[in-house]
Protein backbone atom coordinates (compact mmCIF):
# COMPACT_ATOMS: atom_id res chain seq x y z
CA UNK A 1 0.00 0.00 0.00
CA UNK A 2 1.34 3.45 -1.13
CA UNK A 3 1.91 5.64 1.87
CA UNK A 4 -0.41 8.44 0.84
CA UNK A 5 -2.90 7.87 -1.82
CA UNK A 6 -5.47 9.81 -4.17
CA UNK A 7 -7.57 9.31 -6.36
CA UNK A 8 -5.98 10.68 -9.56
CA UNK A 9 -8.95 12.34 -11.22
CA UNK A 10 -9.90 13.93 -13.28
CA UNK A 11 -12.59 15.28 -11.87
CA UNK A 12 -14.85 17.62 -13.88
CA UNK A 13 -17.48 19.52 -12.03
CA UNK A 14 -19.83 22.47 -13.28
CA UNK A 15 -18.84 25.94 -11.60
CA UNK A 16 -20.65 26.13 -8.36
CA UNK A 17 -20.57 22.31 -7.70
CA UNK A 18 -19.48 21.49 -4.37
CA UNK A 19 -16.68 18.44 -4.80
CA UNK A 20 -14.73 16.10 -2.15
CA UNK A 21 -11.20 14.32 -2.23
CA UNK A 22 -10.00 12.23 0.06
CA UNK A 23 -6.92 10.85 0.61
CA UNK A 24 -5.52 8.01 2.86
CA UNK A 25 -2.19 7.64 4.82
CA UNK A 26 -0.31 4.36 6.13
CA UNK A 27 0.92 5.64 8.86
CA UNK A 28 -0.76 5.40 12.30
CA UNK A 29 1.78 8.03 13.94
CA UNK A 30 1.04 10.79 11.50
CA UNK A 31 0.23 13.88 13.71
CA UNK A 32 0.04 16.95 10.66
CA UNK A 33 -1.18 17.00 7.41
CA UNK A 34 -1.70 19.57 4.62
CA UNK A 35 -3.43 20.36 1.36
CA UNK A 36 -1.47 21.82 -1.35
CA UNK A 37 -2.70 23.47 -4.73
CA UNK A 38 -0.12 22.99 -7.68
CA UNK A 39 -1.11 24.67 -11.06
CA UNK A 40 0.72 23.19 -14.18
CA UNK A 41 4.30 23.35 -13.64
CA UNK A 42 4.05 25.74 -10.74
CA UNK A 43 5.24 25.62 -7.55
CA UNK A 44 2.44 23.37 -4.68
CA UNK A 45 1.01 26.44 -2.48
CA UNK A 46 -0.57 25.50 0.74
CA UNK A 47 -4.13 25.43 0.40
CA UNK A 48 -4.67 24.35 4.53
CA UNK A 49 -3.07 22.51 7.45
CA UNK A 50 -4.52 19.70 9.21
CA UNK A 51 -3.25 19.31 13.33
CA UNK A 52 -6.70 17.97 14.79
CA UNK A 53 -10.05 16.95 13.31
CA UNK A 54 -10.37 19.28 10.96
CA UNK A 55 -9.74 22.99 9.38
CA UNK A 56 -12.13 25.54 7.29
CA UNK A 57 -10.98 28.55 5.72
CA UNK A 58 -14.15 30.24 2.96
CA UNK A 59 -15.60 27.84 0.93
CA UNK A 60 -12.43 24.72 1.49
CA UNK A 61 -12.98 22.24 4.15
CA UNK A 62 -10.81 20.08 5.32
CA UNK A 63 -11.31 16.56 7.73
CA UNK A 64 -9.41 14.35 9.32
CA UNK A 65 -10.61 11.05 10.12
CA UNK A 66 -7.85 9.09 12.35
CA UNK A 67 -9.73 6.05 13.16
CA UNK A 68 -9.77 5.34 9.29
CA UNK A 69 -6.72 7.22 8.27
CA UNK A 70 -8.14 9.60 5.81
CA UNK A 71 -8.25 13.15 4.95
CA UNK A 72 -10.26 14.63 3.04
CA UNK A 73 -10.95 18.36 1.18
CA UNK A 74 -14.42 19.85 0.28
CA UNK A 75 -14.82 22.67 -1.60
CA UNK A 76 -18.14 23.96 -2.09
CA UNK A 77 -19.13 26.99 -4.88
CA UNK A 78 -16.46 26.01 -7.33
CA UNK A 79 -14.84 28.33 -9.68
CA UNK A 80 -13.63 28.57 -12.54
CA UNK A 81 -10.09 29.18 -10.86
CA UNK A 82 -10.15 26.42 -8.80
CA UNK A 83 -9.27 24.06 -11.61
CA UNK A 84 -5.52 22.78 -10.68
CA UNK A 85 -3.99 19.36 -9.34
CA UNK A 86 -4.49 19.12 -5.45
CA UNK A 87 -1.99 17.27 -3.24
CA UNK A 88 -2.12 15.82 0.01
CA UNK A 89 0.88 15.37 2.26
CA UNK A 90 1.53 13.21 5.26
CA UNK A 91 4.75 13.18 7.15
CA UNK A 92 6.39 9.71 7.81
CA UNK A 93 8.67 10.59 10.93
CA UNK A 94 10.99 8.06 13.05
CA UNK A 95 13.63 8.05 15.86
CA UNK A 96 15.63 11.47 14.61
CA UNK A 97 14.24 11.65 11.29
CA UNK A 98 11.28 13.69 9.42
CA UNK A 99 9.89 13.49 5.90
CA UNK A 100 7.22 14.60 4.47
CA UNK A 101 5.27 11.99 1.59
CA UNK A 102 2.92 13.42 -1.18
CA UNK A 103 0.39 11.85 -2.33
CA UNK A 104 -0.01 11.49 -6.75
CA UNK A 105 -2.59 14.53 -6.40
CA UNK A 106 -6.17 15.14 -7.80
CA UNK A 107 -6.90 16.85 -11.09
CA UNK A 108 -9.76 19.21 -10.43
CA UNK A 109 -11.28 20.75 -13.88
CA UNK A 110 -14.53 23.35 -13.29
CA UNK A 111 -16.46 23.91 -16.07
CA UNK A 112 -18.29 27.17 -17.33
CA UNK B 1 9.11 39.49 1.20
CA UNK B 2 9.30 36.05 2.65
CA UNK B 3 10.46 33.52 0.12
CA UNK B 4 12.62 30.65 -1.12
CA UNK B 5 14.44 30.90 -4.43
CA UNK B 6 16.10 28.80 -6.64
CA UNK B 7 18.66 29.53 -9.41
CA UNK B 8 19.06 28.15 -11.88
CA UNK B 9 15.06 28.06 -13.01
CA UNK B 10 16.10 25.94 -16.23
CA UNK B 11 19.42 24.42 -16.98
CA UNK B 12 19.79 21.65 -19.94
CA UNK B 13 22.82 20.35 -19.24
CA UNK B 14 25.15 16.99 -20.70
CA UNK B 15 25.66 13.59 -19.01
CA UNK B 16 28.55 13.52 -16.71
CA UNK B 17 29.10 17.32 -15.79
CA UNK B 18 28.98 18.18 -12.49
CA UNK B 19 26.05 20.90 -11.55
CA UNK B 20 24.47 22.63 -9.06
CA UNK B 21 21.14 24.02 -7.84
CA UNK B 22 20.70 26.49 -5.23
CA UNK B 23 18.43 27.13 -2.87
CA UNK B 24 17.91 30.02 -0.15
CA UNK B 25 15.62 31.23 2.45
CA UNK B 26 14.99 34.02 4.25
CA UNK B 27 12.62 33.06 7.03
CA UNK B 28 14.65 31.80 9.31
CA UNK B 29 13.75 28.43 8.80
CA UNK B 30 15.22 25.22 10.60
CA UNK B 31 13.90 22.63 8.14
CA UNK B 32 14.83 22.74 4.29
CA UNK B 33 14.39 19.71 1.63
CA UNK B 34 14.55 19.29 -1.87
CA UNK B 35 12.11 16.97 -4.21
CA UNK B 36 11.59 16.32 -7.81
CA UNK B 37 8.67 15.91 -9.58
CA UNK B 38 7.67 13.39 -12.21
CA UNK B 39 4.55 12.39 -14.42
CA UNK B 40 2.75 9.84 -12.91
CA UNK B 41 5.13 9.69 -9.78
CA UNK B 42 4.22 13.03 -8.10
CA UNK B 43 6.70 14.61 -5.70
CA UNK B 44 9.62 12.65 -4.64
CA UNK B 45 11.72 14.10 -1.13
CA UNK B 46 15.36 13.87 -2.16
CA UNK B 47 17.04 14.84 0.64
CA UNK B 48 16.45 17.22 3.58
CA UNK B 49 17.74 19.12 6.72
CA UNK B 50 16.44 19.63 10.28
CA UNK B 51 18.83 21.97 10.86
CA UNK B 52 22.57 23.37 10.15
CA UNK B 53 25.22 20.49 9.44
CA UNK B 54 21.91 18.03 9.87
CA UNK B 55 20.94 16.21 6.58
CA UNK B 56 19.25 12.97 5.90
CA UNK B 57 18.06 11.03 3.03
CA UNK B 58 14.52 11.48 1.13
CA UNK B 59 13.02 8.51 -0.79
CA UNK B 60 14.77 9.12 -4.07
CA UNK B 61 18.65 10.33 -2.64
CA UNK B 62 20.80 8.32 -5.22
CA UNK B 63 23.04 10.50 -7.68
CA UNK B 64 22.48 13.58 -5.33
CA UNK B 65 24.42 15.59 -2.57
CA UNK B 66 23.40 18.41 -0.20
CA UNK B 67 24.98 20.19 2.41
CA UNK B 68 24.01 22.77 4.95
CA UNK B 69 26.39 24.68 6.49
CA UNK B 70 24.24 28.05 7.19
CA UNK B 71 20.56 28.11 7.91
CA UNK B 72 19.17 30.00 5.15
CA UNK B 73 20.57 27.43 1.72
CA UNK B 74 20.53 24.05 1.10
CA UNK B 75 22.03 23.56 -2.23
CA UNK B 76 21.18 20.05 -4.31
CA UNK B 77 24.91 18.76 -6.03
CA UNK B 78 24.78 16.38 -9.08
CA UNK B 79 28.31 15.11 -9.09
CA UNK B 80 27.48 13.45 -12.44
CA UNK B 81 24.13 13.68 -14.01
CA UNK B 82 22.62 11.20 -16.03
CA UNK B 83 19.17 11.69 -18.21
CA UNK B 84 17.32 9.98 -15.50
CA UNK B 85 17.73 12.75 -13.32
CA UNK B 86 15.67 14.79 -16.09
CA UNK B 87 12.94 16.19 -14.05
CA UNK B 88 11.52 19.14 -11.87
CA UNK B 89 13.08 20.18 -8.96
CA UNK B 90 11.71 22.11 -5.99
CA UNK B 91 12.89 23.53 -3.01
CA UNK B 92 10.67 23.50 0.44
CA UNK B 93 11.58 25.07 3.86
CA UNK B 94 9.63 25.05 7.06
CA UNK B 95 9.81 26.83 9.97
CA UNK B 96 10.44 22.98 11.26
CA UNK B 97 9.29 19.93 10.83
CA UNK B 98 5.98 19.13 11.05
CA UNK B 99 4.94 22.62 10.18
CA UNK B 100 3.85 23.62 6.34
CA UNK B 101 6.05 24.18 3.56
CA UNK B 102 6.61 26.98 1.51
CA UNK B 103 8.55 26.32 -1.78
CA UNK B 104 10.32 27.49 -4.15
CA UNK B 105 9.31 28.33 -8.16
CA UNK B 106 11.24 25.29 -9.26
CA UNK B 107 14.50 24.39 -11.37
CA UNK B 108 13.63 22.37 -14.62
CA UNK B 109 16.85 20.25 -15.69
CA UNK B 110 17.32 18.34 -18.95
CA UNK B 111 20.22 16.06 -18.82
CA UNK B 112 21.47 15.03 -22.43
Known amino acids: RKEVEQDPGPFNVPEGATVAFNCTYSNSASQSFFWYRQDCRKEPKLLMSVYSSGNEDGRFTAQLNRASQYISLLIRDSKLSDSATYLC?????????????FGTGTRLKVLA | EAQVTQNPRYLITVTGKKLTVTCSQNMNHEYMSWYRQDPGLGLRQIYYSMNVEVTDKGDVPEGYKVSRKEKRNFPLILESPSPNQTSLYFC???????????FGPGTRLTVT
Open chain 2, 92 to 102: ASSFREGYEQY
Open chain 1, 89 to 101: VAPAQGSGTYKYI
